[in-house]
């Protein structure tokens, strides 16, 4: 073990001055007994997955009590045991509790509810697929630098998962609990089906490509919706009419350890392959081709792939010392 959570990306724990200051805030709010019953479970289950088993000396919690009024110059002359005891882990455990009150937060409505909830988190690295199941059932499969979110309340009347990067569903029926995934300015609807999500943060558009049952996807400012059938997918881009073509290849096949390019834009694709590689791109050329890329590579190396899209869209690059210069 090295320390990290299973349910927070690594880069959290690269804690920065912005997200101190949300932590700083957090614990204020706490101290004046101004947190929302939702930030006060945020605290809570951060508390709850400290290891405190070691105890700690009196010169430790002495040293623990100097840092908390350090970072928190108004905390009131009562000692708060809670605090006090989580700051002598505070080193250790800032990072955690930064990952916890940033996805947390995300999902915590403006208004003071009565409700608690939870988040869970699940992200992936380059060269990393992750399979797991939700707790209602569904199956997941998250494709490489890709990252799902999700609330863990069982009272509420929908299921809701946010996703950034791609994603299979094998959606668990309960007609009672719509399944609504949030990508981007999408919202796609379900209530129990086989569907491919992409939706990465530096691409233009967000693909549904629907393999059974029936979705329905809405995009924040359009009205109306795209009901989808099995077969078909639909591209939406933001400001744009959504298209609906024909699946052209097997878009689950990564899941299985493929490489799948499902009617990519030329220059995304390229930057695509640099991010999963950790490769420098560079563009000499003064264009962007935007050509779509269908292919599906099985055993190719990363070098190869980029030689096999090069030369069927007539692209003169260079790949080398992990620099990647598209002429």
């Not at 805030?25 to 951060?46: A, F, K, M, N, S």
């Not at 350090?70 to 009131?76: A, D, W």
Request: glycine share 6%; charged share 20%.
């Amino acid at each position: 073990m090295d320390g990290t959570h299973p349910h927070f990306p690594r880069e959290i724990y690269n804690m920065g001055t912005h997200q101190q200051k949300i932590i700083d805030g957090l614990l204020q709010r706490y101290l004046d007994g101004q947190c929302t019953p939702e930030e006060e479970q945020v605290i809570l289950h951060w508390y709850e997955d400290l290891d405190l088993t070691n105890g700690a000396t009196s010169a430790v919690a002495a040293n623990a009590e100097a840092l908390l009024r350090n970072r928190l110059p108004h905390l009131p002359a009562k000692r708060l045991p809670f605090l006090h005891r989580a700051y002598v882990r505070w080193s250790a455990a800032a990072a955690l509790l930064a990952g916890m009150v940033i996805s947390a937060l995300y999902f915590i409505p403006s208004g003071r509810s009565t409700r608690k909830m939870s988040t869970s988190v699940f992200a992936t690295h380059a060269k990393q697929l992750k399979k797991f199941t939700l707790p209602d059932g569904t199956q997941v499969w998250l494709n490489q630098l890709s990252r799902l979110e999700w609330t863990n309340d069982h009272n509420d009347s929908l299921r809701l998962v946010r996703l950034t990067g791609e994603a299979f569903f094998k959606v668990a029926a309960n007609p009672a609990k719509p399944f609504l995934v949030q990508a981007g300015s999408t919202t796609t609807r379900v209530l129990g089906t086989d569907f491919n999500v992409e939706a990465y943060t530096n691409e233009a558009a967000v693909k549904v490509a629907l393999l059974t049952g029936k979705v329905r996807l809405t995009e924040t400012g359009t009205p109306g919706a795209v009901v989808l059938q099995p077969g078909k997918m639909v591209t939406s881009k933001k400001g744009q009419p959504s298209v609906i073509t024909d699946i052209s290849n097997e878009v689950d096949a990564w899941t299985k350890g493929f490489t799948v390019f499902n009617e990519v834009p030329l220059a995304e694709a390229f930057v695509r392959l640099a991010n999963r590689n950790g490769w420098q791109l560079i563009w000499q050329r003064k264009d962007r081709p935007s050509a779509p890329v269908s292919a599906i590579f099985s055993r190719e190396t990363p070098g190869q792939m980029v030689q096999g899209i090069a030369f069927t869209h007539h692209i003169t690059y260079q790949l080398k010392n992990n620099i990647l210069t598209i002429y």
